[in-house]
T-cell receptor
Framework: GENVEQHPSTLSVQEGDSAVIKCTYSDSASNYFPWYKQELGKRPQLIID?????GEKKDQRIAVTLNKTAKHFSLHITETQPEDSAVYFCAAHNVDRSQGNLIFGKGTKLSVKP | GAGVSQSPRYKVTKRGQDVALRCDPI?????LYWYRQALGQGPEFLTY????????KSGLPNDRFSAERPEGSISTLTIQRTEQRDSAMYRC???????????????FGEGSRLTVL
C-alpha cells in the first residue's frame, strides 16, 4: 500500500520568509496529491492539490511542485504571515483504484514568528 | 447544515463498553469517509462509502470496528468492547464526488474525541 513520509515535523520561520514542506510517496501509481491545513483545535481543510499530469500549481502565496520520477512533492509558502501558522498535511492517492484511499503524512507544524 | 456534523463531540467510556459515533455529511454529498487522528499525527483512513455502499473497509483496525450508512446519508461508526488504544479523534469527511471520479476535496467534521478509561 501507499506510504507517505513528510518532513520536517516542525518548521519555524520569520514573518515574510518562505516555508517549504516536503513529502515522498511510495506507490508510483499515485496520481493525486492534496495538501490540508489544520489550525489548532480545528478541522483539516484543503488548501491546494495537484494531479500527476502537471508539475506545478500556484494559488497566490502557495504553490505545490511534483516530481513523479523521484516520487516527491513539496508545498511552498511565500511571504509567510502569522495566520499561516498551523499543521500542514500532505497526502497521496491513486484515484483510479477502487481500493485504498487518501493516505496522509504525519504533518508539519509551521510556526510563523512576527 | 452548512458543514459535516459529528456527535458526540466528546465521549468518555470505560474499557469494554460499546460506542457509536455519528456523522451527518453535507447534504447531497455522495461519498463519506471515516478517519482516525491520533494526537500529533495525520488522519488515518478507516473506511468509506459511496452512497449507502461501503466500498473499502481495509483501514478498520479489527472486527470490533464497523460502520454503516443505510440510507446513503448519515453514517455510524461503532466500536465494540472498547480498549484504551481506541482513544483518538474520529473524524468524518464527505465529498460531493463519487469515488470513481477521485476523492476530490474532503470536507472534514469537527470530530468525535473518544477517551477509553
Amino acid at each position: 500500500g501507499e506510504n507517505v513520509e513528510q518532513h520536517p515535523s516542525t518548521l519555524s520561520v520569520q514573518e515574510g520568509d518562505s516555508a517549504v514542506i516536503k513529502c515522498t510517496y511510495s506507490d508510483s501509481a499515485s496520481n493525486y496529491f492534496p495538501w490540508y491545513k489544520q489550525e489548532l483545535g480545528k478541522r483539516p481543510q484543503l488548501i491546494i492539490d495537484i494531479r500527476s499530469n502537471v508539475g506545478e500549481k500556484k494559488d497566490q502565496r502557495i504553490a505545490v511542485t511534483l516530481n513523479k520520477t523521484a516520487k516527491h512533492f513539496s508545498l511552498h509558502i511565500t511571504e509567510t504571515q502569522p495566520e499561516d501558522s498551523a499543521v500542514y498535511f500532505c497526502a497521496a492517492h491513486n484515484v483510479d483504484r477502487s481500493q485504498g484511499n487518501l493516505i496522509f503524512g504525519k504533518g508539519t507544524k509551521l510556526s510563523v514568528k512576527p | 447544515g452548512a458543514g459535516v456534523s459529528q456527535s458526540p463531540r466528546y465521549k468518555v467510556t470505560k474499557r469494554g463498553q460499546d460506542v457509536a459515533l455519528r456523522c451527518d455529511p453535507i447534504s447531497g454529498h455522495v461519498s463519506l469517509y471515516w478517519y482516525r487522528q491520533a494526537l500529533g499525527q495525520g488522519p488515518e483512513f478507516l473506511t468509506y462509502f459511496n452512497y449507502e455502499a461501503q466500498q473499502d473497509k481495509s483501514g478498520l483496525p479489527n472486527d470490533r470496528f464497523s460502520a454503516e450508512r443505510p440510507e446513503g446519508s448519515i453514517s455510524t461508526l461503532t466500536i465494540q468492547r472498547t480498549e484504551q488504544r481506541d482513544s483518538a479523534m474520529y473524524r468524518c469527511a464527505s465529498s460531493p464526488i463519487a469515488r470513481l471520479a477521485g476523492p476530490g476535496e474532503l470536507f472534514f467534521g469537527e470530530g468525535s474525541r473518544l477517551t477509553v478509561l
